[in-house]
């Protein structure tokens, strides 16, 4: 069974950084890009980016190329996002998700919140 | 960017109803369109992918469509389960985009 385990929540003080992880289990982690996606309280849904676990490569949407870094580990099967110079536009829900034509898995959030 | 422009942003219908919530690209993005529902505190599920496709065990009475840049969900004898925010995606181009959001509430 494909699971997508992510840390728990994290409070970060404004200008500073948080990363969160994405552990998977159930699949050879190098098969799939991992996607991360924003969801700011009470709205919708925004695409940051994604990692190919296997060569490291990364795509963003322009709007997250200098807030986000994705990384992955593939000797611990997990992904990463780091989120930097945080304000409180970043306050929301990060997902990740394994995203095909056919099928989905989700990660269950991660809530960060920036306060000070 | 590609827009998706998705209506109505809510909706009350009563169980057996059949609903109906399209969105609008922009642009031509072919069949590279997926339906979502989320429920509150949970991950969206896919319902729809490429644009009329079935995600493994969706019930049936989900269906999705396409006319020209204009893309439909469906939902025959609509459910009390079916409540839930539904969501499309376009995955044509980078930046991958969501619709706005469609509430469904039932009566």
């Known amino acids: 069974e494909v699971q997508l385990q992510q840390s728990g929540p994290e409070v970060g003080r404004p200008g500073s950084s948080v990363k969160i992880s994405c552990k998977a289990s159930?699949?050879?982690?190098?098969?799939?890009?991992m996607n991360w996606v924003k969801q700011s309280p009470g709205q919708g849904l925004e695409w940051i980016g994604w990692?190919?676990?296997?060569?490291?490569?990364?795509d963003y949407a322009e709007k997250f190329k200098k807030k986000a870094t994705l990384t992955a580990d593939t000797s611990s099967n997990t992904a990463y996002i780091q989120l930097s110079s945080l304000t409180s536009e970043d306050t929301a829900t990060y997902f990740c998700?394994?995203?095909?034509?056919?099928?989905?898995?989700w990660g269950q959030g991660v809530m960060v919140t920036v306060s000070s | 960017d590609i827009q998706m422009t998705q209506s109505p942003a809510s909706l009350s219908a009563s169980p057996e109803e059949i609903v109906t919530i399209t969105c609008q690209a922009s642009q031509d993005i072919g069949n590279w369109l997926a339906w979502y529902q989320q429920k509150p505190g949970k991950s969206p599920q896919l319902l729809i992918y490429s644009a009329t496709s079935l995600a493994d065990g969706i019930p049936s009475r989900f269906s999705g469509s396409r006319s020209g840049t204009q893309y439909s969900l469906k939902i025959s004898r609509l459910q009390v389960e079916d409540t839930g925010i539904y969501y499309c995606l376009q995955r044509y181009s980078n930046p991958w985009t969501f619709g706005g959001g469609t509430k469904l509430e039932l009566k």
């Open positions: 998700a394994i995203i095909t034509t056919r099928f989905d898995y």
């Open positions: 159930g699949y050879t982690f190098t098969d799939y890009v």
């Open positions: 990692i190919d676990p296997e060569y490291g490569s990364t």
